[in-house]
């Protein structure tokens, strides 16, 4: 029997810029939406949340495949 802590506890994932996931063995450019679709495919959770920088919010709609970002993951926004 369970205490229903453990049913709703599941992993968490940290990916930052320095450490983006190497997909079919490209060691050069990796686009959030790459690591992204990686965590979609290979990990069952319900939602994504992507943080960025408030630097890059007014750049977002120039990120490859924003659109699709936009779609997939929630957004925290982060501010110094």
């Not at 997909?23 to 979609?40: A, K, L, Q, R, S």
Request: glycine share 4%; proline share 1%; charged share 30%.
């Amino acid at each position: 029997e369970s205490n229903g802590i453990a049913e709703i506890a599941k992993p968490v994932f940290v990916v930052d810029s320095e450490q983006d996931i190497k997909i079919d063995g490209n060691e050069d450019t990796t686009y959030t939406i790459d690591t992204v679709n990686y965590f979609e495919q290979n990990f069952n959770y319900d939602n994504l949340y992507l943080l960025i920088g408030e630097d890059q919010v007014i750049k977002f709609h120039r990120w490859k495949n924003a659109e699709d970002l936009s779609k997939k993951c929630k957004y925290n926004i982060a501010s110094y």
